[in-house]
């Protein structure tokens, strides 16, 4: 199945919120990406760090989906997304050798 990629800044209005308020929207995408996996999709989340280890670089999402549409509807529902916390871009990850690695025997 394709790859999907997708990376995301907070908007200025979610840096914001104050430290509680934002973790309770990341709390919110945790269980999210939990679901996702747990409906047979590997999916897999984490945030970016600059080269002091400070957070505030992004997110990063990969997914296994059957096709961008699939992947786009799956994304739509993160409550990062839902929130409007987020800009946000998604794109299919192909590798150079044209060979389409499975999650399964990578990261899950």
């Known amino acids: 199945m394709p ?6 800044n907070f908007k200025d209005k979610t840096l914001e919120l104050s430290n509680n308020e ?19 999709h590997y999916i897999h989340s984490g945030y970016l760090i600059n ?3 400070m957070p505030g670089g992004g997110g990063l999402l990969i997914l ?5 549409l699939t992947a786009k509807k799956i994304i739509e529902n ?3 997304i839902k929130n409007d916390l987020v800009n946000w871009d998604l794109k299919e ?3 150079i050798d044209g060979s389409q690695p499975k999650f399964s025997n990578h990261l899950g």
């Open 3 to 8: 790859i999907f990629i997708k990376k995301e």
């Open 51 to 53: 080269e002091k280890k």
């Open 93 to 95: 990850w192909i590798s």
């Open 64 to 68: 296994e989906a059957k096709d961008y």
């Open 78 to 80: 993160d409550p990062m």
């Open 22 to 40: 934002r973790k309770k929207f990341l709390l919110m995408h945790k269980e999210w990406v939990k679901e996702i996996h747990k409906s047979g």
